[in-house]
């Protein structure tokens, strides 16, 4: 069965601290991994995209990795700030799933001032 | 990045009416867009698979004719809870895939409809 675990569920840490955030899936034939950003009662907005091919993607202060062998990813946010408080959901595609996305269940970060 | 809006944000009903939440690629077209569900404190779930100028497509155990799916445009994918009851009170969000090259297969999301039956 193709599933997304992150863990921790919550993780709160002080500003400024440089944090990682976890993701593993079972099935390493993944298409792409997607980062989503989801604040209480919003939609997602997508943070980063990598592709099959790719081990990294960086944006700003975020950066993703993807080892498709271990079956991990992971999404490092450097000098934390409040504003960062949010909850962040990993989501894959795999290869020939009908599914277009099958996300984690997502970890709530606390950035405290 | 391409930009997926919702229409209502938020909606409260009584128990039996019918609620119709849209969501639209606001620059971008989209001949499939995925409609979820979330209930609090929880993932994403996937309902159903919206196509373009043919039928949906459900996840097990979605009801079809609980939730109706229109997808009229490239542009416009509707939802229609029909007959709503307190149980189907929840936060639902669309979503659309980009596939211009712009959009590199990006999935992008609409901010969300949050639904009250009474």
């Known amino acids: 069965k193709q599933e997304v675990t992150q863990i921790p569920a919550a993780l709160s840490v002080p500003e400024g601290e440089n944090l990682v955030l976890n993701c593993s899936f079972t099935d390493s034939a993944i298409y792409n991994l997607q980062w989503f950003r989801q604040d209480p009662g919003k939609g997602l907005t997508s943070l980063l995209l990598?592709?099959?091919?790719?081990r990294e993607q960086t944006s700003g202060r975020l950066n993703a990795s993807l080892d498709k062998s271990s079956g991990r990813s992971t999404l490092y946010i450097a000098a934390s700030q409040p504003g960062d408080s949010a909850t962040y959901l990993c989501?894959?595609?795999?290869?020939?799933?009908?599914?277009?996305?099958?996300f984690g269940s997502g970890t709530q970060l606390t950035v405290l001032p | 990045g391409a930009v997926v809006s919702q229409h209502p944000s938020w909606v409260i009903c009584k128990s039996g009416t019918s609620v119709k939440i849209e969501c639209r690629s606001l620059d971008f077209q989209a001949t499939t867009m995925f409609w979820y569900r979330q209930f609090p404190k929880q993932s994403l779930m996937l309902m159903a698979t919206s196509n373009e100028g043919s039928k949906a497509t459900y996840e097990q155990g979605v009801e079809k004719d609980k939730f109706l799916i229109n997808h009229a445009s490239l542009t416009l994918s509707t939802l229609t809870v029909t007959s709503a009851h307190p149980e189907d009170s929840s936060f639902y969000i669309c979503?659309?895939?980009?596939?211009?090259?712009?959009?590199?297969?990006?999935?992008?999301f609409g901010e969300g409809s949050r639904l009250t039956v009474l």
């Open positions: 989501a894959v595609k795999w290869y020939g799933s009908a599914r277009q996305l099958t």
């Open positions: 990598i592709q099959s091919s790719q």
């Open positions: 979503s659309a895939r980009d596939l211009s090259g712009r959009g590199r297969g990006e999935l992008f």
